[in-house]
Nanobody, 122 residues
Framework: QVQLVESGGGLVQAGGSLRLSCAAS????????MGWYRQAPGKQRELVAR???????NYVDSVPGRFTISRDNAKNTVYLQMNSLKPEDTAVYYC????????????????WGQGTQVTVSS
């Protein structure tokens, strides 16, 4: 199987920064897309940013210029650098990875992390 372990969430004041990390491990042959979603209380989960294996990125409209997604393919790890944080960024952040497993070549599975809380105080 495959596990995604997130770290880096916490409490920060508005205008501050946090860096989230998500490491994938297990029976991995390759990882295509990696990314971050978030879910605020009472709201639907939304895409924050995603990055392909060759480095192409997409961001939700509210974060370009403040958030930067990156990945280390050798470490199967994706990062989200969050600067100029706002109270409306408060949410549980989930990472995802589209994985081809060594025991199931030709099939891609989407895995999710357990979520990490980001709280931005005003």
């Amino acid at each position: 199987q495959v596990q995604l372990v997130e770290s880096g969430g916490g409490l920060v004041q508005a205008g501050g920064s946090l860096r989230l990390s998500c490491a994938a491990s297990g029976n991995i042959f390759s990882i295509n897309l990696m990314g971050w979603y978030r879910q605020a209380p009472g709201k639907q989960r939304e895409l924050v940013a995603r990055i392909t294996s060759d480095g192409r990125t997409n961001y939700v409209d509210s974060v370009p210029g403040r958030f930067t997604i990156s990945r280390d393919n050798a470490k199967n790890t994706v990062y989200l650098q969050m600067n100029s944080l706002k109270p409306e960024d408060t949410a549980v952040y989930y990472c995802l990875a589209d994985v081809t497993r060594s025991d199931a070549l030709g099939t891609m599975y989407r895995y999710w992390g357990q979520g990490t809380q980001v709280t931005v105080s005003s």
